[in-house]
């Protein structure tokens, strides 16, 4: 009986993060209906803004600011009807009629008050001289929307671009992006994340990290990162740790899947991996890099990320340039009962169907 339960286990585990997923939520794919304000044809669907609320940190007297930005001021489109506002700028991802959302259309907002906050770069570096901008189309340092006909999905993907500094973004995870689930009821459960991302070439002969998204916890805990370096390597960091770079090359021609595993009640994780080759021009199959892996810490539940984009000059004088994203998906499965070694069988179970159908003799 006490195997027949586990096996029930283990099914209902490989159901939740096999079943596929059609919901996108606040992150999700980065559409006007989910909450993203983009361009099309040169026109905003959702309206211009009406200003900013306050600049951010650089909003001072002693600088003339004014405090308002002109309508279609920079940070925005720099004349390019492709690209959106900074995220931190608006209210992204808190409206749209996707995954339950409330509808309605892009509202300016006060400093960090919604899902994204800018803690360092970005839109900071470029509000020093808001409302005038002195830089070209690729010196800029922003986290937007961006109209792309490469899209994995839809119209839009997220990009980030760290032309002249470091830039470091937070988006705090809602229950939209967990299907209704609150993002403090995780501290007991399997949580999977899966995401599509695109990188540059422009730093490819720059062998260290580039780009890195932390997994935060409750207690405000990087409980977990996947990078990639500029040459496109997967990374992954654990707590304490240094990246540690694998031999998994993200195209730069296609879109890769990366799927996180995360468990909160046993403190593990898992880290899968579909790469696109730029050489056939073809996703690979899914390889497993991690599964069980200790998190070195106890962790709470999964309330949010953090990307942190290197800038400035790279170690080939380039800008981290390109850095795109798409179709995020969130499933998660409360554990009531967990077991130690829970997900370790989970990522066998997924190795065994993940395996060509041929007779297998186990001893």
């Known amino acids: 009986m006490k195997n027949f339960h586990n096996l029930c286990r283990i099914a209902c585990l490989l159901g939740a993060l096999l079943w596929p997923q059609a919901v996108h939520a606040y992150l999700g794919s980065f559409e006007?209906?989910?909450?993203?304000?983009?361009?099309?044809?040169?026109?905003?669907?959702?309206?211009?803004?009406?200003?900013d609320a306050q600049f951010y940190l650089n909003n001072i007297d002693a600088n003339g600011y004014t405090g308002v930005v002109p309508l279609g001021t920079y940070p925005n489109t720099l004349g390019d009807g492709t690209h959106g506002a900074d995220l931190s700028r608006y209210n992204a991802g808190k409206y749209g009629s996707n995954s339950g959302g409330p509808g309605g259309t892009a509202v300016d907002i006060e400093d960090n008050s919604g899902l994204w906050h800018a803690l360092a770069g970005g839109r900071l570096n470029e509000d020093v001289d808001a409302p005038y901008y002195y830089g070209g189309n690729f010196a800029r340092d922003y986290v937007h929307a961006y109209r792309y006909p490469g899209a994995r999905t839809g119209a839009a993907v997220l990009n980030f671009l760290a032309s002249e500094t470091n830039l470091s973004y937070a988006y705090t995870l809602d229950s939209r992006d967990f299907n209704g689930a609150a993002p403090s009821?995780?501290?007991?459960?399997?949580?999977?994340?899966?995401?599509?991302?695109?990188?540059?070439?422009?730093?490819?002969?720059?062998?260290?990290?580039?780009?890195?998204?932390?997994?935060?916890?409750?207690?405000?805990?990087?409980?977990?990162?996947?990078?990639?370096?500029?040459?496109n390597l997967l990374q992954y960091r654990l707590s304490g740790g240094g990246w540690q770079t694998t031999a998994y090359?993200?195209?730069?021609?296609?879109?890769?899947?990366?799927?996180?595993?995360?468990d909160t009640v046993n403190n593990t994780a898992g880290l899968a991996v579909r790469a696109y080759d730029d050489n056939t021009s073809s996703l690979g199959s899914q390889a497993y890099v991690l599964a069980n892996q200790n998190l070195g810490l106890d962790a709470d539940a999964l309330t949010g990320l953090q990307w942190d984009l290197r800038g400035?000059?790279?170690?080939?004088?380039?800008?981290?340039?390109?850095?795109?994203?798409?179709?995020?998906?969130?499933?998660?499965?409360?554990?009531l009962v967990p077991e130690p070694g829970s997900l370790l069988l989970v990522g066998l179970a997924l190795t065994t169907l993940a395996l060509p159908r041929k007779r297998h003799h186990f001893v």
């Not at 006007?32 to 200003?51: K, V």
């Not at 090359?249 to 995360?262: H, N, Q």
Request: glycine share 12%; charged share 15%.
């Open 32 to 51: 006007e209906q989910d909450g993203y304000r983009i361009p099309l044809d040169g026109q905003i669907l959702s309206g211009y803004l009406l200003g």
């Open 185 to 231: 009821s995780t501290g007991a459960s399997l949580i999977q994340m899966a995401f599509w991302l695109c990188p540059s070439d422009w730093d490819d002969t720059d062998t260290d990290n580039i780009l890195g998204i932390s997994l935060r916890d409750a207690m405000n805990q990087t409980v977990f990162e996947v990078g990639y370096t500029g040459d």
């Open 249 to 262: 090359r993200l195209g730069t021609a296609g879109w890769s899947e990366l799927v996180v595993i995360l």
């Open 312 to 335: 400035g000059t790279l170690n080939n004088g380039a800008a981290s340039f390109k850095n795109y994203f798409d179709d995020f998906n969130f499933t998660l499965s409360p554990l």
